[in-house]
T-cell receptor, first 113, second 115 residues
Framework: GNSVTQMEGPVTLSEEAFLTINCTYT??????LFWYVQYPGEGLQLLLK?????DKGSNKGFEATYRKETTSFHLEKGSVQVSDSAVYFC????????????FGAGTRLFVKA | KAGVTQTPRYLIKTRGQQVTLSCSPI?????VSWYQQTPGQGLQFLFE???????NKGNFPGRFSGRQFSNSRSEMNVSTLELGDSALYLC??????????????FGPGTRLTVL
């Protein structure tokens, strides 16, 4: 069946460090891939998405590329800030007819000043 | 535009009772999805409604049901509550016409505690 696997946290980084959060998926057909972020005390919000192979999603300095050959959608940021501390979820939507969504377990990121 | 709203924000129930949660989507959105978030199981898809019809369903028992009204507002019902139903229930809305590429906007959630 369809599934999403992301690296376990927590991940602790110093400010301005490089961030990678790994995400791999298993899916039939042509899913769309998403990264969501949940800041402390706030709701879940879309960070970026990619809807077909080789698409790159980007937002707020974060990037992820939809790699069909490696079934991956790793999240990267060149220089993290303290304000990036949050829980990050990788997710996929699959059909047919509307969508179902599968989320990864989430990765908590702590950024130290 | 107003975001997705969920009511109530907090609920305390006892085992065996039933509960109804409400979700108002963003204006113009016709798809509403529901999710259960727990520390042990993470975020799990419950169901998706579009134009008053359940279009997709996750792997939850029949005690979990939902419906959608003509104004796209949705309700979720859980009957015969169990301790394991304690969770944050999230609702998300989307336009509903873009299939798997649809972007979902999440509400703040309803925190349900079952005693």
């Amino acid at each position: 069946g369809n599934s999403v696997t992301q690296m376990e946290g927590p991940v602790t980084l110093s400010e301005e460090a490089f961030l990678t959060i790994n995400c791999t998926y298993t899916a039939t057909g042509y899913p769309s891939l998403f990264w969501y972020v949940q800041y402390p005390g706030e709701g879940l919000q879309l960070l970026l998405k990619a809807t077909k192979a080789d698409d790159k999603g980007s937002n707020k300095g974060f990037e992820a590329t939809y790699r069909k050959e490696t079934t991956s959608f790793h999240l990267e940021k060149g220089s993290v800030q303290v304000s990036d501390s949050a829980v990050y979820f990788c997710a996929l939507n699959y059909g047919p007819g509307g969508f179902k969504t599968i989320f990864g377990a989430g990765t908590r990121l702590f950024v130290k000043a | 535009k107003a975001g997705v709203t969920q009511t109530p924000r907090y609920l305390i129930k006892t085992r065996g009772q039933q509960v109804t949660l409400s979700c108002s989507p963003i204006s113009g959105h016709r798809s509403v999805s529901w999710y259960q978030q727990t520390p042990g199981q993470g975020l799990q898809f419950l169901f998706e409604y579009f134009s008053e019809t359940q279009r997709n369903k996750g792997n939850f028992p029949g005690r979990f049901s939902g419906r959608q009204f003509s104004n796209s507002r949705s309700e979720m019902n859980v009957s015969t509550l169990e301790l394991g139903d304690s969770a944050l229930y999230l609702c998300a809305s989307s336009v509903g016409l873009a299939g798997t590429t649809d972007t979902q906007y999440f509400g703040p959630g309803t925190r349900l505690t079952v005693l």
